[in-house]
């Protein structure tokens, strides 16, 4: 005897990314990792030297990430006087992350932070990560990020595609008498 209600269908789930299943145990044993290592630095040298050293990691790395921002900042400034588009990288996002890791605290993230304040160390992994942009670019297929200007659209609640512009009331100006007022001004407190 059936009583008419039937369960909903519920497809099923995607599958998680492998990133997405490894990444929190991975972060997960970097902070265990940092944090032995840590107390075993401060076994053999005192908790003065692990100290001073993660205060000088701090200070070490707010000073690439200032320097690497005033340098991009500088290159912007100067390609926009001459009237041309910014030059791609320079190495600065490289030296923000070299100085962002400098900043965390722990010996691993430093060791790899003054890694990538290295020239050689940057060019290779600028390149490296050059290459797998382009790659998964040229992967993406629709319904990615390399559709994503064409899914900006306004779609109505049957599915069909509605293109074109949006044209405020106060931007013609009104039959109220106030036609040849223009826009109004914003409300202020």
Same mark, same amino acid.
């Given at each position: 005897?059936?009583? !008419?209600? %039937?369960?909903?269908?519920?497809?099923?789930?995607? /599958? /998680? %990314?492998?990133?997405?299943?490894?990444?929190?145990?991975?972060?997960?044993?970097?902070?265990?990792?940092? #944090?032995?290592? =840590?107390?075993?630095?401060?076994?053999?040298?005192?908790?003065?030297?692990?100290?001073?050293? =993660?205060?000088? !990691?701090?200070?070490?790395? %707010?000073?690439? #990430? &200032?320097?690497?921002?005033? @340098?991009?900042?500088?290159?912007?400034?100067?390609? =926009?006087?001459?009237?041309?588009?910014?030059? /791609? !990288?320079?190495?600065?996002? =490289?030296?923000m992350l070299g100085g962002l890791l400098l900043i965390l605290p722990g010996l691993i993230s430093d060791a790899l932070g003054l890694l990538l304040l290295l020239p050689p160390v940057q060019k290779a992994v600028g390149r490296s990560a050059e290459r797998v942009v382009d790659r998964k670019l040229r992967e993406a297929g629709p319904g990615s990020l390399g559709d994503v200007f064409q899914q900006?659209?306004?779609? @109505?609640?049957?599915? &069909?595609?509605?293109?074109?512009?949006? #044209?405020r009331d106060d931007e013609r100006g009104s039959d109220a008498g106030d036609a040849g007022a223009g826009p109004r001004p914003p409300l202020t407190r």
């Amino acid at each position: 005897m059936t009583t !008419g209600a %039937s369960t909903p269908f519920h497809p099923a789930r995607p /599958r /998680r %990314s492998r990133l997405r299943t490894a990444l929190p145990l991975g972060v997960a044993a970097w902070l265990v990792l940092e #944090i032995w290592l =840590l107390t075993v630095v401060a076994g053999a040298a005192g908790g003065v030297t692990v100290f001073l050293l =993660l205060v000088a !990691g701090l200070v070490l790395g %707010s000073v690439v #990430i &200032k320097r690497a921002g005033r @340098r991009a900042f500088q290159n912007l400034n100067e390609a =926009l006087q001459r009237g041309t588009p910014p030059s /791609r !990288g320079g190495g600065n996002g =490289l030296m923000m992350l070299g100085g962002l890791l400098l900043i965390l605290p722990g010996l691993i993230s430093d060791a790899l932070g003054l890694l990538l304040l290295l020239p050689p160390v940057q060019k290779a992994v600028g390149r490296s990560a050059e290459r797998v942009v382009d790659r998964k670019l040229r992967e993406a297929g629709p319904g990615s990020l390399g559709d994503v200007f064409q899914q900006a659209r306004m779609r @109505r609640p049957d599915g &069909k595609v509605v293109q074109g512009e949006v #044209i405020r009331d106060d931007e013609r100006g009104s039959d109220a008498g106030d036609a040849g007022a223009g826009p109004r001004p914003p409300l202020t407190r």
